[in-house]
C-alpha cells in the first residue's frame, strides 16, 4: 500500500509513516487528508498519501550526524569530481586534513578512487578539478528519508510540500 507524508498544521513535512497509521489519524480526526493516489482502503476511504495534522507540533531541531552513509546519500552516491556512480567510491576533503581542512559537511565529499588520488593533498582549484556541486549541510533530518523515496518514483504527489528540504 504505501508509505505517507505526514504534514505539520503549517504545512510543513514531519514524517513518513505507514498508511495504516495515516488512516488511524484521519478515523480519529487529528489529522486530514491532503493527497491521494486514487486507491481505496475502503470502498468510501480513499487511501491517502498526504496526511497533514489539524494542530500545530513543535518539533525540536535534531542534527543529522555526519556519517559516510549520508555523505554519500547527500551526493547521490556519486564522485563530485567527474559523476562516477560505480562502487569504488571514497570521501574527500575538499581542504585536505595537512592544510587545517575538518571533518565537516561542507568539507567532505564523495569521491572516487581515480580522482581523489589524482587531487592528493591540495585544493580542487590547485589540481584544477571543480566540484560539481558545492558541499553543503542538509537543511532537515527527514531530507534523507524522503527523498529516498522521491528517487523511486512512488511519491510524486510529496514533491510540492519538500521543496526546499
Not at 510529496?158 to 528540504?165: A, N, V
Request: proline residues 6%; glycine residues 8%.
Amino acid at each position: 500500500m504505501g508509505k505517507v507524508l505526514v504534514l505539520n498544521a503549517s504545512y510543513e513535512p514531519l514524517n513518513i509513516t505507514s498508511w495504516r497509521r495515516a488512516v488511524v489519524l484521519l478515523i480519529k480526526g487529528k489529522a486530514e487528508r491532503v493527497e491521494y493516489n486514487g486507491k481505496y482502503v475502503y470502498s468510501e476511504f480513499p487511501l491517502p498519501t498526504v496526511i497533514r495534522l489539524r494542530h500545530y507540533v513543535r518539533v525540536p531541531y535534531k542534527e543529522i550526524p555526519l556519517t559516510r552513509r549520508n555523505i554519500l546519500h547527500r551526493d547521490g552516491h556519486a564522485c563530485q569530481y567527474c559523476g562516477y556512480t560505480g562502487d569504488d567510491l571514497t570521501l574527500d576533503h575538499v581542504t585536505p586534513r595537512s592544510r587545517g581542512g575538518g571533518d565537516t559537511w561542507e568539507n567532505i565529499v564523495t569521491a572516487c578512487v581515480r580522482c581523489n588520488v589524482r587531487k592528493g593533498s591540495r585544493t580542487p582549484i590547485e589540481a584544477n578539478m571543480m566540484l560539481h556541486h558545492p558541499p553543503r549541510k542538509p537543511y532537515s533530518s527527514l531530507y534523507f528519508e524522503v527523498s529516498k523515496h522521491l528517487k523511486s518514483g512512488l511519491h510524486e504527489e510529496w514533491q510540492k510540500y519538500i521543496i526546499g528540504l
